[in-house]
């Protein structure tokens, strides 16, 4: 699976939208982009996933770019409670579902 | 949402005892689950994958003789850490992947994990 680069931290005002920059610049045409979070001692928690096209849930939306070599993972308006760290994760579309996890971006939100 | 759950939440134990964590998904079905530990500050890093009615696969450098995985339903996985010694105090987190493909096919859905603690 390829490899992905985060920023290790980002701030974020409450209320206005957290972008948080992924790159992928080795991803294959059959690997997808996966975004979780783990709030502090939680499990993970599924937010996203997209493969060529931007995707839009209740929780955020998932920019790709066209080329697919970086995307932005997008929380409209963060609270308080979006502070975690966020995992960007590319992986194949036949490969029998092993996640891994990088060192992800803190993001933490402030009043 | 599918959920799944992990029991026990927190464990303490003394040296050289064995300990049993379960792994449940509580609406669906999961032929595939997944086990992961975390240290302080670290990521996560997958131990092993975990195969209904197969052996488990495990990542290299985890001791398969020590870290005992059954998955024998479609809705349950263990993980038995077999005389655990204060090094592998960790958090322990499972994970399961819909078989009806919810997620996606990389999608995981995650327990809220297993603080053990060896004393």
């Known amino acids: 699976d390829a490899k992905t680069t985060q920023p290790p931290s980002m701030d974020c005002a409450e209320g206005r939208a957290a972008n948080l920059p992924c790159n992928h610049s080795?991803?294959?045409?059959?690997?997808?982009v996966y975004w979780y979070r783990q709030i502090h001692s939680q499990g993970p928690q599924y937010i996203i996933h997209?493969?060529?096209n931007n995707e839009t849930n209740e929780m955020a939306s998932l920019i790709i770019t066209e080329d697919r070599k970086s995307s932005t993972l997008i929380l409209p308006h963060a609270t308080l409670r979006d502070t975690a760290v966020y995992y960007c994760?590319?992986?194949?579309?036949?490969?029998?579902?092993?996640?891994?996890f990088g060192q992800g971006t803190i993001l933490t939100v402030h009043p | 949402g599918a959920v799944v759950s992990q029991h026990p939440s927190w464990v303490i134990c003394k040296s050289g005892t064995s300990v049993k964590i379960e792994c449940r998904s509580l609406?669906?079905?999961?032929?595939?689950m997944f086990w992961y530990r975390q240290f302080p500050k670290q990521s996560l890093m997958l131990m092993a994958t975990?195969?209904?009615?197969?052996?488990?696969?495990?990542e290299q450098g985890v001791e398969k003789d020590k870290f005992l995985i059954n998955h024998a339903s479609l809705t349950l996985s263990t993980l038995t850490v077999t005389s655990a010694h204060p090094e592998d105090s960790s958090f322990y987190i499972c994970?399961?992947?819909?078989?009806?493909?919810?997620?996606?096919?990389?999608?995981?859905?995650f327990g809220p994990g297993t603080r053990l603690l060896v004393l």
């Open positions: 994970s399961a992947r819909d078989d009806s493909g919810g997620l996606g096919i990389g999608g995981q859905y």
């Open positions: 080795t991803i294959s045409g059959n690997e997808y």
């Open positions: 997209g493969l060529k």
């Open positions: 994760i590319v992986r194949s579309g036949t490969s029998y579902g092993k996640l891994t």
């Open positions: 609406d669906f079905q999961a032929t595939t």
């Open positions: 975990s195969n209904e009615g197969s052996k488990a696969t495990y």
